[in-house]
């Protein structure tokens, strides 16, 4: 499975922006949302139910061959082949179940089908299986969406000023610094974040995604995360169920390594599609949502492009509809990427070459001298 090649909605085409590192315009932009929405052929905005569970059929069948054959013929191989044979399992089923993931995210959007109850409920039971609280996290994704690129208001990865950086950071500001703090990003990264709301927008009081009454829920809201927490504790009963009959080392060998890996890829790609030197954050004096749902960028995975549903190469189009399936996005990309111009940002670095410059260049995020409201990433401590 590849980490950076070809790109299969966006190309590196010379008519792309030749430094992916220029900055994007940050001024509003001549174009609407309902200019973006005409360039694009009113199929794109269609929900299949049979082409959406296709993909679940099919990602589900994966995971079922990967387990059949490591529980069937791994135990069989001599030990030397044995332990290449385990880490090729986890890279695939860790890939494949991000996959999941993603469908799960889009029955969060309701881009899954045309009926609430469906995606919920696909979306309820994927998510739990990987031991997500799906309409917990749905409600605060949804403020996400709502708030991109707002320094006050987005929900994750939010950027930090100068001012308010930690004071041990500028000791973590060398490459023995960023290994630490990228190996702690992507294993503890997500778990501390629905837990601790790591990374996520300050509240006025301890922010949870696992407590119902906590500030990121209003009243509506509550019910639905009490059965998210439901959700994820049964999987974990099953989990210990499994546990006892087949030993912990079995365990984490079939579903805790790959779900690592799944944790790990979730983090890095909403890292990456939020975090680069390009892309301008604003204050409540600039910040308008077309411009903070135009301030990501599409990254090239490779192969994984399609293992991951194309989130990673089609972002942009999915923060200015959302609601829109996977299986359209990419025909969407290239439909308003004439219209958005400059507006548009692709980066074809390779993700893990990508993953180490967003860390070493994009520490706080500060105006220009003399500008006002306007945030660009800077790394100087």
Not at 43 to 54: P, T
Not at 156 to 172: H, Q, T
Not at 341 to 369: H, N, S
Request: aromatic share 16%.
């Amino acid at each position: 499975m590849g980490a950076g090649g070809r790109m299969s909605a966006a190309t590196t085409k010379t008519e792309d922006k030749k430094n992916p590192l220029e900055r994007v315009p940050y001024s509003k932009p001549p174009f609407t949302v309902g200019d973006i929405k005409k360039a694009i052929p009113p199929h794109c905005f269609k929900r299949s139910l049979l082409r959406s569970f296709s993909y679940v059929v099919y990602d589900l069948t994966l995971v079922s061959l990967f387990y059949y054959i490591a529980t069937t013929y791994f135990h069989l191989l001599p030990s030397p082949y044995s332990y290449l044979a385990w880490p090729v399992y986890w890279i695939f089923q860790g890939c494949v179940c991000t996959g999941v993931w993603v469908i799960a995210h889009e029955c969060g959007h309701h881009a899954f089908s045309d009926y609430q109850w469906v995606d919920d409920t696909v979306g309820l039971i994927l998510h739990s299986a990987l031991l997500v609280p799906y309409f917990s996290w749905k409600y605060s994704h949804r403020r996400h969406h709502s708030n991109t690129g707002s320094l006050e208001r987005d929900e994750v990865f939010v950027p930090k000023p100068k001012s308010k950086m930690a004071w041990y950071s500028k000791y973590l500001n060398n490459p023995p610094g960023r290994v630490i703090t990228l190996t702690t990003t992507l294993t503890l990264g997500w778990p501390l974040y629905l837990a601790f709301n790591v990374s996520g927008r300050p509240y006025d009081r301890f922010a949870c995604h696992y407590d119902p009454y906590g500030p990121i829920y209003n009243d509506r809201e509550r019910l639905q995360i009490y059965i998210s927490d439901v959700g994820v504790i049964a999987t974990s009963y099953l989990l210990y169920r499994v546990a006892m009959a087949k030993g912990l080392a079995w365990l984490i060998c079939i579903y805790g390594v790959p779900l690592l890996i799944v944790n790990g890829f979730l983090v890095l790609i909403t890292y990456l599609q939020h975090t680069h030197p390009s892309l301008p954050h604003y204050d409540s004096s600039e910040w308008d949502w077309l411009r903070g749902a135009l301030a990501t960028v599409d990254r090239d995975y490779g192969v994984l492009n399609k293992v991951f549903h194309n989130i990673t190469d089609t972002h942009v189009a999915h923060h200015l509809f959302s609601t829109m399936p996977h299986y359209h996005a990419m025909e969407a990309t290239k439909a308003i990427k004439p219209l958005l111009g400059e507006y548009y940002q692709l980066d074809g670095t390779p993700f893990y070459k990508a993953m180490w410059r967003e860390a070493k260049e994009c520490i706080y995020v500060e105006p220009d001298e003399g500008g006002k409201g306007v945030f660009w990433y800077k790394n100087k401590l």
